[in-house]
Antibody
Framework: EVQLVESGGGLVKPGGSLRLSCAASGFTFSNAWMSWVRQAPGKGLEWVGRIKSKTDGGTTDYAAPVKGRFTISRDDSKNTLYLQMNSLKTEDTAVYYC??????????????WGQGTLVTVSS | SSELTQDPAVSVALGQTVRITCQGDSLRSYYASWYQQKPGQAPVLVIYGKNNRPSGIPDRFSGSSSGNTASLTITGAQAEDEADYYCNSRDSSGNPWVFGGGTKLTVL
């Protein structure tokens, strides 16, 4: 059974930092592309960024609102995905979901989702 | 354009068929994927690619695409289908960044 378990959320002040983790099991994590998606309270889904598998280059891409502030990384030896969030703003308040990502030439889709972890940025 | 547009709310009578649409320029080149989200829960993938369902998704869910519009059809809607539905696609640059604003489905 595939499981994605996020942790590390909490309350942080504007300008602060936080690191989220996502522990993966039930599939070959090292072969998977992974992503983070967030959802502000009462709002829709917003893509945060993604990381390819190391065999596909291990490169990252980020949505414009978080580029330069957030960093996605992975530790394949621990089957864990990370999201380092710096210079946090109140508008970063959201539930953050870890997902698996599959892309072909004609589509991308998020197959498995974690349960999410809440990040609240407030003074 | 990197936007995907969905109707904010749609309703359907129990057992009837409903179509939820998603419009955007990127859909002329890329298929949409669709996600169901119930209150307090994480989203669940229901349709991906041309018209594929993950295991466990009932066959009353189907997907289609024409021009700049992707559609999610529920044939014989059930009470448990009441949820928010989001479409997602690559944007015009090929990055997987774009979500629609979501459609709240009410089953009457």
């Amino acid at each position: 059974e595939v499981q994605l378990v996020e942790s590390g959320g909490g309350l942080v002040k504007p300008g602060g930092s936080l690191r989220l983790s996502c522990a993966a099991s039930g599939f070959t994590f090292s072969n998977a592309w992974m992503s983070w998606v967030r959802q502000a309270p009462g709002k829709g889904l917003e893509w945060v960024g993604r990381i390819k598998s190391k065999t596909d280059g291990g490169t990252t891409d980020y949505a414009a609102p978080v580029k330069g502030r957030f960093t996605i990384s992975r530790d394949d030896s621990k089957n864990t995905l990370y999201l380092q969030m710096n210079s946090l703003k109140t508008e970063d308040t959201a539930v953050y979901y870890c997902t698996t990502l599959y892309c072909s030439s004609t589509s991308c889709y998020l197959y498995y989702w974690g349960q999410g972890t809440l990040v609240t940025v407030s003074s | 354009s990197s936007e995907l547009t969905q109707d904010p709310a749609v309703s359907v009578a129990l057992g009837q068929t409903v179509r939820i649409t998603c419009q955007g320029d990127s859909l002329r080149s890329y298929y949409a994927s669709w996600y169901q989200q119930k209150p307090g829960q994480a989203p669940v993938l229901v349709i991906y690619g041309k018209n594929n369902r993950p295991s466990g998704i009932p066959d009353r869910f189907s997907g289609s695409s024409s021009g700049n519009t992707a559609s999610l059809t529920i044939t014989g809607a059930q009470a448990e289908d009441e949820a928010d539905y989001y479409c997602n696609s690559r944007d015009s640059s090929g990055n997987p960044w774009v979500f629609g604003g979501g459609t709240k489905l009410t089953v009457l």
